[in-house]
């Protein structure tokens, strides 16, 4: 089975030694002693035979060290390929894996797969080594992090998985669903992380939420807007009852008329929420609803110590739109900037062409400013940063732009100020016009 000459080495020399010395030695011996030769055949033979004996065991016994040897060898050489089986393996779900795995040591990154790297806005992994966790880990949420690191160096146990917001490298936001664990690495205690972005499915959830909301909000404003019309009816008749009679009687019947038509309009609008309606679409200024909306607010923005500032871009083209939605639009934003600006200050709102498919109309307060976490909540049904408000206002905007095929985007930085910007579509037949 073995061919090493290993085994038979050591026997061989032994008894090819041992029975020199034995046939040398009893024959010195027997010629001091003057013994016979049968004397001399006996021990020779009696000795040889022992040497031959012992030579045998001694190869049986070499035998089952080499062959345990080769074997333990065998088993070793085994065990190693299948550790470096194990981890190839390892280090290729490690690199193939969506999710971000992560080894960082006292909050120093030491090791980050390539799709951890890319989830950041980084597209080499080397360029994350050494950095600190907290560079990426959403301010809100350093101190929790902080407290976890500890508790697991401390009880070497794992902890709980966790949602936490990331800090991408272009500053955008990322929802995650975070699993640490602690490990040795490079023989040093370290923790583990597998963090997987769940930002879609958290604006996944957020839609359903609102839908649902707003399916909920549809029921009760058709409810409300319904038993609202009823006694309107009524005061409409008895205010055009008044009107026909002459200011003399009523001088205010007019202005109470105007207004009660325009509670209709709002009432038409809050029942978008409940039951699409069909509008009919006009071709509009934007510059002429946006300061005939401003001129509604300039008594009251003089009381409030605010100052109005219109701008508007040159050669602006008219949009597709039904006016009065628009203006109820502009009113619910004018109105919350009002409400924002306690102790007073300027309102600039633009009106400028954005690209050659787009309006913009720009809202720029300097009020107290909202925070990244609720104003991404703006427009949601009944949610609202006032202590008195209700949400639906700003609700009902968002559903009418949506309506016209355009978008609102905010931003805000508390303290600062709030930007709405209305994006809109520009009128097909002014488009072909100046194609």
Do not use: W
């Amino acid at each position: 089975m073995f061919s090493d000459f290993k085994i038979y080495k050591i026997p061989i020399l032994y008894i090819l030694f041992s029975s020199i010395y034995i046939l040398v030695s009893d024959k010195f011996i027997m010629e001091i002693l003057d013994q016979s030769a049968n004397t001399y055949l006996i021990n020779v033979t009696k000795a040889l035979i022992f040497t031959f004996i012992t030579g045998i065991v001694l190869y049986i016994v070499i035998r089952r060290d080499v062959i345990s040897s080769h074997l333990s060898k065998q088993a070793l050489e085994e065990k190693e390929k299948q550790l470096r089986e194990s981890e190839q393996l390892y280090r290729r779900l490690v690199e193939l894996s969506p999710d971000m795995i992560l080894v960082h040591q006292e909050g120093k990154c030491l090791f980050i797969n390539t799709s951890g790297a890319r989830m950041l806005g980084y597209d080499d992994p080397q360029e994350l080594i050494g950095q600190s966790l907290f560079d990426y880990i959403h301010p809100d949420y350093h101190e929790g992090v902080k407290q976890r690191i500890q508790k697991m160096m401390k009880e070497n146990i794992s902890a709980e998985p966790v949602e936490e917001k990331l800090i991408h490298r272009d500053g955008s936001i990322l929802d995650v669903d975070v699993a640490v664990t602690p490990i040795q690495y490079n023989k040093q205690p370290a923790i583990m992380g597998v963090i997987r972005d769940i930002t879609d499915r958290k604006k996944t959830e957020d839609a359903l939420r609102k839908a649902d909301t707003l399916s909920i909000a549809g029921s009760l404003a058709a409810g409300v807007a319904h038993e609202i019309r009823n006694p309107l009816t009524v005061l409409k008749g008895f205010i055009q009852l008044f009107n026909q009679e002459g200011d003399t009687h009523f001088p205010y019947s007019k202005i109470m008329l105007s207004e009660v038509d325009r509670i209709e309009l709002i009432i038409s609008d809050f029942l978008m929420l409940a039951k699409p309606q069909h509008v009919r679409f006009s071709k509009n200024s934007l510059q002429e609803i946006v300061q005939h909306t401003i001129n509604l607010f300039e008594t009251q923005a003089i009381m409030k110590n605010v100052r109005i500032i219109p701008n508007y871009g040159p050669d602006l083209p008219q949009v597709d739109c039904e006016a009065n939605q628009l203006k109820q639009v502009f009113i619910n934003i004018l109105k919350n900037a009002l409400e924002a600006m306690p102790q007073g200050g300027n309102i600039h709102v633009r009106v400028l062409r954005k690209d050659e498919k787009h309006m913009l109309v720009r809202f720029s307060d300097q009020g107290v400013g909202i925070s990244p976490e609720k104003i991404q909540r703006l427009g949601e049904p009944f949610y609202t940063t006032k202590e008195k408000g209700t949400g639906l206002g700003l609700m009902v905007s968002y559903n009418i732009i949506k309506n016209h095929k355009g978008y609102i985007e905010a931003y805000s930085e508390p303290g600062v100020g709030t930007t709405f910007d209305i994006i809109l579509p520009i009128s097909s037949q002014q488009k072909a016009a100046e194609e």
